[in-house]
């Protein structure tokens, strides 16, 4: 599958097309952060940025993929992949917290956490309180 991803940034409406993907993005979740070192991040526009998205294969194997785009390399990473049955990315609930991207499963009993500076993919078990 083949899919074109746009970055919109709505303050200046300026357009950055991404490369063509080629990965399943039927249940997903994408969040966009500033890559500038050193950026307080108060009025950061234009600059470099990274794209972290996390998928579920809800037609294929039901495996969930992380994904990350970077402007400075202008190139898509390989892709994680981690085989499970039974639930799918949440599209649009996500977090970004010190160095890593959390993205929602659709049952709300997990989250998927992606740690960009090690590139590494793991689930975290939530308390059943906050399961539903």
Not at 21 to 47: I, K, N, Q
């Amino acid at each position: 599958m083949e899919t074109q991803l746009i970055v919109l940034d709505p303050v200046t409406d300026d357009l950055r097309r991404l490369p063509i993907l080629r990965f399943p993005l039927f249940a997903c979740s994408a969040v966009v952060l500033c890559a500038t070192a050193g950026c307080d991040h108060l009025d950061c526009r234009g600059g470099r940025f990274l794209l972290v998205g996390a998928a579920t294969d809800v037609l294929g194997e039901r495996c969930t993929s992380t994904i990350a785009y970077s402007s400075e390399q202008g190139a898509w990473s390989e892709p994680i992949t981690m085989q499970h049955h039974n639930d799918c990315i949440l599209g649009g609930h996500h977090a970004l917290v010190g160095n890593a991207g959390y993205f929602n499963f659709q049952l709300n009993t997990r989250i998927l956490e992606y740690d960009l500076g090690r590139r590494e993919m793991s689930i975290i078990d939530l308390p059943s309180e906050f399961h539903g």
